[in-house]
C-alpha cells in the first residue's frame, strides 16, 4: 500500500522531499505511469533556475490535464491541443514569465499539431514538454497518432494498420525543422540514466526560453501500463524497446547557444 | 478630439488601441481585415503585442492566454471566424476572463459570400459555444456608435469578467463616416489578482474552465447564471426613435436599425405614425421596452438580414400584444427603404 | 436643403472610390453630414467598382440606397447599370469617352462629357475620375470648388503629389464643361 503524504509525520527528519514547485498532494495517476516522473523534473528544474515565482504553466487536455494541481505554480487550463497558442498568448503580454506546456500526444500530435507546429516555426519563446506514451489514455486507450504500427487499442482491434490509419507522427523530427525551434530533442524516462538525461533535457530547454533563444521543446517516450495492459515494469520495458525503433533518441535539433547553455 | 472621416474596421481597431488594448491577436477574414490591418500597425508602434495567428481557432486561444494573463486583450472576425472560435470562447466563459471580439458578420451559410448579414444573431446570443452561457453583444450602426461601444465592451468585459461580442456587419466594417475617436487611454500598468502573473509572494493562481464533479460544476454554472442576470438586470441598451405617439412599432438593429430611421422619416411623412426601437444590446435584450411599446402599438414589423433570428426574441416579447410582421434579406442583401415602407404599409392597412 | 446620394462607379482604377471620398471629405469639410460605402470584395479586383456617398444636412439613416439623386458613370457597365436608377429630378455624368450610348430619360440632368479624354489632354486619363467629379459639383452645388481643392491637397497620396495641380484643373475643367453643357 502506498502511503499517503499527508500521514507522513513532520518531526521524520526529511532525507528525499519535494521540489518547491510541486505540490505536496497525491495525484491520480496511474502505478507505473511516467507523468509523476516527468512532473517532478519540471518541479526539480524550476526550482533550481530559481524561477517558481515567474514561471506559468499551460496544462493540456488528456491524462494530465490536471497537471496544474501538482505544480505550485501559476497554471492556465487550455482546450485540447491549444496550449501552444494560449501560451503564445501568456508569453508575448508578459515576456518576463517563464511559460511552459505540458502536453500528451494526443493534444500535441493529433489535435493541436497545427498549432505546436507554428508555435514552433515562431521561435515563440516557450518551452514543451511533450509525453509521447503511444495512446489516448484518460479517453480509454484509444489510437494515438503516435501508436505503434500493428500495435492493438480500443480504436484498432486488430492492431494499427497503417494503410488505413497512417502511420506513427514523428513530432521531433517535424519540428526540429521549424526555423524557429532551437532545441527539439527526444529522450526516455524508464531507468535512471534516462531519468537524469532528461532532466538535463529538460533544464536546457527552459534555459533556451530564459536566453531568449526560441522554440524548445523535450519529448519523452512514456509508457501507459493500464491501457497497454502491461504492469509497470513490463510497461516500462516495452517502452525502452518497442518505442525507441520507431522514434529513436536523440536530440535532432539543437544550435551552438543552446549547446552553450550549462545545464 | 476632431471628427474624422473613418472606416467602420479601422475605427473599431484604433478605438480599442485608444482605449488601452494591449494585445490583438487574430487572422484574416473579409470584411473585418483592416481592422487587423490597422492594429498590425498601431499596436507595434505602441510597443504592445499584435500577432497575427495560424487560424481562428488558434488566435482565440492566444486571446484566451493573454486574457488569462490579465491583460486587455480582443479580437476581431466574420462568421466562419467565429464558427472556429466557438471552442475557445467557451473556454473563455467557462473560466470567466474578460475579452473582446468583434464580429462583422456577412452572408451564410458556409462560405457564402462577404456582403453585409445579420445571420450570426442566434450563434452570438444563445449558441456562441457549448454549454451555459452567453456573451454579452452590443450592436452598433454607425462608426461613431462602434467606437463607443469598443470602450463599452472593455467596460463591461472586465466589470462581469466575461464575454463581449460586438456585432457590426459588412457595411459598417467597409461604411467611412464622420467620426470622432476618444482621446489616448494609457494602458493599464496592473494586472488583476486573480491573472496568472506568477505566485510571487501569494498562493498560485490556477484559471481552468474544468470542474470535476457534477455538484462542483453545477456551482460554477448557478455563478454564471447569477452573473448572467446581473447582466441582464442591468445592462440592456436600445434607442427609441418616435415611438412616443407611435402607432407602428419597428424594431431593426445595426445597419438595418439605420436604414429604419430613413423609413420612420419616410413614413411620418406619408403620415403613417410609426417609431423605431433599435436594440444596441442583443443579449441582454430589450425586451421589456419592446412589451411596452408594442401594448401601445397597432402592429409590429421586424426588419432584419436574416430569416427571422432576432423576430423569435421579438415574438417572445410581444406575447400577442401585437400583431407581428416580419421583412427579412437573406445572403448579403441589404434591405432597401422603399421595400421596407410597402411592408409598413401593408402592416398600417392590416391593423387599421 | 443641402442633400445628395450619389453613386461613382466605374472599372477598377478609374478612380470612382477616390472621388466618392474626395466629395465625402469635402462635405466633411463643410459641416455636412456624410457616409462613404463602397462596392468590396472579389469585384474589386479588375470588375467595376462603385461606392455610395451622401451628403446631407440631416443625419443620414440609410447609408445604401436603390435609387441615387445623382449617378457619375465613368464606363458603360456602369451606364447601363445606373442610368435607369437614378431618380427624377437627378443627374447623371456620363464619361463618353468609354460610354458610346446616350441617355433616353428627359426626366433627369445628363451631363455628357469625355472625361478621360480630357483628362489625358491635361497629362493622364486616370484624372477623369475627377473632371468628373467637377461636373457633378457643378451641377449640384453641394460644395464648394475651394474645398475640393483643400481636400485634394490633404488626401492626394504622397505619390501622387505631382499631380496636385493637373487635378485641380481637371475639376475645373470638369465644372466648365458641364456649365457649357
Known amino acids: 500500500m502506498s502511503v499517503r503524504v499527508k500521514d507522513i509525520p513532520e518531526e521524520m527528519e526529511v532525507v528525499y522531499d519535494f521540489p518547491e514547485a510541486v505540490a505536496k498532494v497525491d495525484t491520480h495517476y496511474c502505478p507505473g505511469c511516467v507523468h509523476g516522473i516527468v512532473h517532478r523534473l519540471v518541479g526539480e528544474v524550476i526550482d533550481e533556475l530559481g524561477i517558481r515565482e515567474r514561471t506559468i504553466g499551460v496544462a493540456p487536455v488528456g491524462c494530465s490535464v490536471l497537471a496544474y494541481n501538482y505544480f505550485t505554480v501559476d497554471f492556465v487550463e487550455a482546450a485540447h491541443g491549444r496550449a501552444p497558442a494560449m501560451a503564445a498568448g501568456i508569453k508575448r503580454t508578459s515576456p518576463d514569465k517563464v511559460v511552459f506546456t505540458y502536453q500528451g500526444d ?6 493541436g499539431t497545427a498549432e505546436i507546429i507554428h508555435a514552433a516555426n515562431r521561435g515563440d519563446l516557450l518551452t514543451t514538454v511533450f509525453i509521447n506514451n503511444a495512446i489516448y489514455g484518460m479517453t480509454g486507450g484509444q489510437m494515438a497518432p503516435t501508436t505503434l504500427p500493428g500495435m492493438v487499442t480500443t480504436s484498432t482491434p486488430t ?12 513530432m521531433s523530427e517535424i519540428l526540429a525543422e521549424t526555423a524557429g525551434a532551437v532545441y527539439i530533442t527526444r529522450e526516455t524516462a524508464t531507468d535512471i540514466p534516462s531519468i537524469r538525461k532528461t532532466k538535463k533535457a529538460i533544464k536546457r530547454a527552459f534555459l533556451a526560453q530564459m536566453n531568449g533563444l526560441g522554440f524548445a521543446c523535450v519529448e519523452v517516450l512514456s509508457t501507459c501500463p493500464t491501457n497497454w495492459h502491461q504492469d509497470p515494469w513490463e510497461a516500462m520495458q516495452w517502452s525502452k524497446e518497442k518505442m525507441t525503433e520507431v522514434f529513436p533518441l ?14 | 478630439m476632431a471628427k474624422e472621416l473613418l472606416k467602420g474596421n479601422v475605427a473599431f481597431a484604433e478605438a480599442a488601441v485608444r482605449n488601452g488594448l494591449e494585445a490583438y ?25 499584435f500577432l497575427q495567428a495560424e487560424s481562428e481557432v488558434a488566435a482565440i486561444n492566444m486571446v484566451y492566454g493573454a486574457a488569462c494573463a490579465g491583460v486587455r486583450v480582443m479580437t476581431s472576425t466574420s462568421g466562419p471566424g467565429l464558427a472556429l472560435m466557438a471552442e475557445g470562447l467557451s473556454y473563455i466563459a467557462g473560466s470567466e476572463v474578460p475579452v473582446v471580439i468583434v464580429n462583422m458578420m456577412r452572408g451564410g451559410p458556409g462560405l457564402g459570400n462577404i456582403q453585409p448579414a445579420q ?10 459555444g457549448h454549454g451555459d ?11 461613431q456608435e462602434i467606437i463607443d461601444m469598443v470602450g463599452l465592451a472593455f467596460e463591461l468585459a472586465e466589470k462581469y469578467r466575461t464575454l463581449v461580442m460586438i456585432a457590426g456587419d459588412g457595411s459598417i466594417g467597409q461604411m467611412m463616416e464622420s467620426a470622432e475617436l476618444p482621446p489616448m487611454q494609457p494602458v493599464r500598468e496592473t494586472r488583476p489578482d486573480w491573472a496568472v502573473t506568477g505566485a510571487k509572494g501569494r498562493e498560485k493562481n490556477v484559471i481552468t474552465s474544468l470542474a470535476l464533479g457534477a455538484e462542483n460544476l453545477e456551482r460554477l454554472n448557478l455563478r454564471l447564471q447569477e452573473k448572467l442576470a446581473e447582466v441582464k438586470a442591468n445592462e440592456v441598451r436600445y434607442q427609441t426613435y418616435d415611438t412616443d405617439d407611435a402607432d407602428l412599432l419597428l424594431i431593426a438593429y445595426g445597419t438595418v436599425g439605420r436604414i429604419c430611421t430613413s423609413v420612420v422619416r419616410e413614413a411620418r411623412k406619408a403620415g403613417i405614425k410609426v417609431g423605431l426601437l433599435r436594440p444596441q444590446t442583443l443579449w441582454p435584450f430589450a425586451e421589456d421596452k419592446i412589451r411596452e411599446l408594442a401594448e401601445q402599438a397597432r402592429g409590429v414589423l421586424v426588419v432584419e438580414m436574416s430569416a427571422g433570428q432576432m423576430l423569435e426574441d421579438v415574438e417572445r416579447a410581444v406575447a400577442g400584444a401585437a400583431p407581428i410582421r416580419f421583412h427579412g434579406r437573406l445572403g448579403g442583401v441589404v434591405p432597401m427603404v422603399d421595400e421596407i415602407m410597402a411592408d409598413l404599409k401593408k402592416l398600417d392597412a392590416e391593423t387599421k | 436643403m443641402r442633400h445628395e446620394e450619389t453613386i461613382f462607379s466605374g472599372f477598377g482604377g478609374q478612380g470612382a472610390l477616390f472621388a466618392g471620398q474626395l466629395l465625402a471629405y469635402s462635405g466633411m469639410a463643410e459641416d455636412l453630414h456624410v457616409t462613404w460605402i463602397p462596392s468590396y470584395g472579389p ?20 447609408p445604401i440606397i436603390r435609387h441615387p439623386t445623382a449617378a457619375v458613370v465613368l464606363n458603360l457597365p456602369s451606364m447601363e447599370k445606373y442610368e435607369p436608377l437614378v431618380k427624377p429630378g437627378g443627374v447623371l455624368v456620363v464619361n463618353t469617352s468609354l460610354v458610346d450610348i446616350e441617355s433616353e430619360r428627359d426626366d433627369i440632368r445628363v451631363i455628357a462629357l469625355p472625361a478621360s479624354d480630357i483628362a489625358e489632354e491635361l497629362g493622364n486619363a486616370r484624372m477623369a475620375n475627377v473632371v468628373a467629379l467637377g461636373a457633378l459639383i457643378e451641377a449640384t452645388g453641394l460644395v464648394d470648388f475651394e474645398t475640393v ?24 475643367e470638369g465644372a466648365a464643361r458641364a456649365k457649357s453643357e
Not at chain 1, 535539433?253 to 543552446?258: I, S
Not at chain 2, 487574430?26 to 473585418?32: A, D, R, S, V
Open chain 1, 106 to 111: 494526443g493534444d500535441l500530435a493529433a489535435i
Open chain 1, 159 to 170: 492492431g494499427r494498420d497503417c494503410a488505413v490509419a497512417g502511420y506513427p507522427v514523428k
Open chain 1, 250 to 263: 536523440g536530440a535532432y535539433k539543437m544550435t551552438d547557444e543552446v549547446k552553450a547553455l550549462k545545464a
Open chain 2, 25 to 49: 491577436f487574430g487572422y484574416p477574414i473579409t470584411p473585418q481585415s483592416e481592422g487587423l490591418e490597422h492594429l498590425s500597425g498601431r499596436l507595434i508602434e505602441e510597443g504592445r503585442v
Open chain 2, 119 to 128: 445571420a450570426d444573431y442566434n450563434f452570438m446570443t444563445k449558441s456562441a
Open chain 2, 133 to 143: 452561457f452567453r456573451p454579452l453583444v452590443l450592436a452598433p450602426s454607425s462608426v
Open chain 3, 43 to 62: 469585384e474589386m479586383r479588375g470588375g467595376t467598382a462603385n461606392c455610395t456617398v451622401i451628403v446631407s444636412e440631416m443625419e443620414i439613416g440609410a
Open chain 3, 149 to 172: 481643392e483643400q481636400q485634394l491637397e490633404e488626401h492626394l497620396s504622397e505619390r501622387q503629389r505631382e499631380w496636385l495641380k493637373p487635378n485641380k484643373k481637371a475639376l475645373h
